[in-house]
């Protein structure tokens, strides 16, 4: 049974930092992409980024590019999302994802695993 537990969310003012952390249990992160997937009230999830496993490559939804940053440590099992300069529309539950992705990892059904979110809340 594979589990994925997300952590470091929170409430922060508009231009604060936080890093969210997603732990897997279970078997590792391995050969799998991860990702993250954002949901606000009243909305869709949306993507946010991705990491693939086999080269690293990352990619970032427009709405956060240069703000977020994804990472991952293998040793850990543990993928991160740096996320700077934060504004009141990046408030959401954040998700994330894993899998053997086969496919456009912006796509969240291509995900195989969830976690089961945390809250991101950011004041103006």
């Known amino acids: 049974q594979v589990q994925l537990v997300e952590s470091g969310g929170g409430l922060v003012q508009a231009g604060d930092s936080l890093r969210l952390s997603c732990a897997a249990s279970?078997?590792?992160?391995?050969?799998?992409?991860t990702g993250w997937f954002r949901q606000a009230p009243g909305k869709e999830r949306e993507f946010a980024s991705a990491?693939?496993?086999?080269?690293?490559?990352?990619s970032y939804a427009d709405s956060v590019k240069g703000r977020f940053t994804i990472s991952r440590d293998n040793a850990k099992n543990t993928v991160y999302l740096q996320m700077n300069n934060l504004k009141p529309e990046d408030t959401a539950v954040y998700y994330c994802?894993?899998?053997?992705?086969?496919?456009?990892?912006?796509?969240?059904?291509?995900?195989?695993?969830w976690g089961q979110g945390t809250q991101v809340t950011v004041s103006s």
């Open positions: 279970g078997r590792t992160f391995g050969r799998w992409s």
């Open positions: 990491v693939t496993w086999s080269d690293g490559i990352t």
């Open positions: 994802a894993a899998g053997p992705i086969i496919g456009d990892l912006t796509l969240s059904p291509n995900y195989r695993y």
